[in-house]
């Protein structure tokens, strides 16, 4: 006989018990849904083929699993489901080859042109550089102003990516290569433009690189490129002059100042204005020999030449005189991205999708100017331009004649700065052209803006290889070696040649987090990398794990000594430099003209009204203490130093008892003699300091 008895938890069946000849017997009851079942859950085949498309889009899986449940209200797949499908699909597509095998596959497969170094006795790569085939064609079609800069946290092996952008002739910014180096060397940046200036053989070279001030890079691009200029990114020099000249200053104001005329001096159309300006700068500074140092030393001696408009608008530079452009990618880069834990493989799927965009937007601009005619050219003046030159060719000239009301025909009026800089018609020659009623001749624009393909000029004399010769000063050197190992070596390099997914070297190691417990800071905060956060949050690891997988950069040094309302101006991310704090606009001036902002602990800053910047005599614990206590400026610190001996005199027994043999040693280091400081190895000393000021002041 059966007894039915239904047992249930927080009114929900769960189990039937049931006796059978005085045996009780649990039985499951029947599933009310079939999410979690793995049967129910697989995908269909047009399920799996649109999992497959989203992937190579670099789709999230979240945002795949959410697609498949609109089209299908049914559907009882889960995010495991989506990631091991993804993982069969990598599997299945690599066929058995590495890492490594399946990039370089991929790169052939794609016509892509690319090179790699590795280490000879590891097999590790350790500098990779692949570029696009369209980008290859815009190189040698707009090979005139390059840009380059370094980006970090892009990928698993922590390797700084260089990217070399350039420039269209309707101003859009393509990108020219990505090389991974192992380190920011010269010999790296070396390799790097050696494999530039191969991409341009035969094609007119470079006629200006902008970066920043990157020792190395700057030393290769003289030993590489000897012939070109370069130009240092104004941008980045504001921010460096601003991180080290604004403690200078004591007063804001007078920091402002000051950058309006360090701003001006870079702005020098002449030489003899930059001169002008530099004597009357010297001048006003001239009781702060530490601000002129460092201006003459770092910038003006050796460098004026590669920022400062007197030098640089002779230049054929289009404009480009910072770097935002590669920082703009660097950006769109690691948005596509989400994470820096890519490998190899995965970063070129992401950046392959990102080219294909981009070059279809190059193409469909080319096609805009040659066929749209907009209306503020319609006058007859741009009779001969449109549709021959660009759009933003036009727009430039447009500019300048505006520009010209108040030049007239007057050269030394002009400047001509659109002229040198950019090989468009400046604003005394396009005044002769509107008085004399004649449209501005196609052939005063520089042929750079009269390109509008992607198909680079024919007719170069590229050099001249034969492959039999190449091939038999290949056999010759293999005869020559009496060693196995070089001989294996020399076989391998031609099979990696001739068949690349067949490479025997391998992909660096993964830089990851190491395991134990993370180190502690002053402030009791657990230290990742550098990245912070507050012990004994049950989210800790998860937000370890998210600050060693973000691409998002450190802050700059110059954010540090921005106050709130500047860096929102600059950056919009002030959080990673400080906590929101909600203080009056006073007390934030204050506060964040410290230098060192960033090492106070950000539950204090809400609390502090004012800050006192002490001298830096020795005696300036003591100082701080006098200005908290509201003591003379003069010898305010005198008498701090007086209240805490006669605090340890009048309360030996107390100060012995907490302090033990470190009483005598304290008291000697507070006692006060004229011209007597505390010394910078008396670190123990000061704790005996913060308590006894404590003990003061409640007294």
């Known amino acids: 006989m059966s007894v039915p008895f239904s047992y249930s938890t927080q009114g929900t069946p769960r189990l039937i018990l049931v006796c059978k000849c005085g045996m009780w017997h649990a039985q499951p009851q029947l599933a009310n849904s079939l999410e979690g079942h793995s049967y129910a859950g697989r995908l269909t085949q047009d399920e799996a083929a649109i999992l497959d498309q989203m992937s190579k889009a670099n ?45 370089l596959h991929l790169l052939e497969d794609n016509m892509y042109l690319s090179w790699h170094r590795k280490d000879p006795e590891l097999n590790v790569v350790t500098d990779l550089f692949w570029s696009h085939p369209d980008s290859i064609n815009l190189l040698r ?54 494999i530039l200036r191969g991409l341009l053989d035969g094609w007119p070279t470079p006629s200006v690189f902008v970066t920043d001030r990157e020792l190395g890079l700057i030393n290769a691009i003289e030993e590489v490129f000897p012939q070109c200029s370069h130009q240092l990114c ?54 702060m020999k530490g601000l002129l140092n460092y201006l ?55 950046i ?10 190059i193409k469909s601009s080319f096609k805009v100017s040659l066929n749209v005619v907009q209306h503020g050219y319609m006058d007859g003046l741009y009779r001969r331009l449109r549709g021959y030159v660009s759009l933003k060719a036009l727009k430039l000239i447009c500019n300048e004649v505006e520009r010209g ?83 294996v070596r020399t076989i391998q390099q031609l099979r990696e040649i001739s068949c690349p997914s067949s490479t025997s070297c391998i992909a660096p190691q993964a830089k990851v987090q190491t395991r134990g417990r993370p180190s502690l800071d002053s402030f009791g905060n657990y230290v990742i990398g550098s990245k912070k956060m507050k012990k004994g949050k049950r989210g800790m690891k998860r937000k370890a794990e998210e600050d060693d997988t ?50 106070i602990q950000p539950d204090w800053i809400q609390h502090v009204e004012t800050t006192v910047n002490v001298d830096s005599d020795g005696n300036c614990g003591f100082r701080c203490v006098a200005a908290g206590l509201g003591f003379s400026d003069i010898d305010g610190w005198k008498r701090v130093r007086t209240a805490m001996v006669n605090e340890l005199q009048e309360n030996q027994e107390f100060w012995k008892d907490l302090l033990g043999s470190y009483f005598d040693q304290i008291k000697g280091a507070v006692q006060f003699f004229e011209g007597k400081d505390v010394g910078s190895d008396n670190w123990i000393q000061h704790l005996m300091l913060c308590l006894s000021t404590c003990h003061m002041v409640v007294a």
């Open 59 to 103: 789709v999230r899986p979240r945002q795949i699993l959410n697609t498949l449940r609109q089209r299908d209200k049914n559907n009882a797949s889960t995010l495991r489901t989506i990631y091991n499908a993804r993982q069969r699909n990598r599997i299945k597509e690599a066929g058995g080859r590495t890492q490594m095998q399946q990039l």
């Open 141 to 194: 079609s707009f090979p005139y102003v390059l840009l380059m800069d370094c980006t970090y946290k892009t990928n698993r092996y922590r390797l700084p990516l260089l990217e070399i952008l350039g420039v269209t002739s309707t101003d859009i910014t393509f990108s020219v290569g990505f090389c991974f180096l192992s380190s920011e060397t010269m010999s790296n940046y070396t390799w790097a433009l050696n």
């Open 234 to 287: 104004i941008w980045h020099i504001n921010k460096m002059v601003l991180t080290n000249t604004k403690k200078m200053f004591a007063r804001n104001d007078d920091f402002q100042l000051f950058n309006k005329r360090w701003t001006d001096l870079m702005y020098a159309t002449t030489e003899a204005s930059f001169e002008l300006m530099l004597a009357t700068l010297r001048v006003k500074y001239a009781d």
């Open 296 to 350: 003459e030393d770092t910038w003006l001696r050796d460098y004026k030449n590669r920022f400062v408009r007197a030098w640089t608008n002779p230049l054929f530079h289009l404009g480009e005189t910072t770097t935002q452009r590669v920082e703009s990618a660097h950006s769109t880069l690691k948005q596509h991205l989400g994470t820096c834990t890519a490998n190899f493989e995965a970063l070129w799927s992401v």
């Open 352 to 361: 392959h999708g990102m080219l294909d965009i981009q070059h279809n937007r």
């Open 405 to 487: 009301v108040n030049v007239g025909t007057d050269r030394s009026l002009c400047g001509c700065d659109l002229r040198t800089t950019c090989g468009l018609p400046c604003a005394h020659e396009l005044n002769v052209h509107i008085l004399a009623g004649s449209p501005i001749p196609l052939e005063d624009v520089h042929v750079y803006w009269k390109k509008l393909s992607m198909v680079p000029d024919a007719s170069v004399n590229r050099t001249a290889y034969n492959l039999n010769d190449e091939l038999q000063r290949v056999v010759s050197k293999f005869e020559t070696f009496v060693d196995e190992d070089s001989r």
């Open 550 to 599: 973000s691409t998002t950069r450190d802050p700059s040094g110059f954010e540090y000594v921005l106050t709130p309302a500047e860096a929102t101006s600059v950056r919009r991310k002030v959080k990673q430099v400080r906590n929101k704090v909600h203080r009056t606009r006073e007390a934030s001036m204050g506060v964040f003209e410290i230098g060192f902002i960033h090492t």
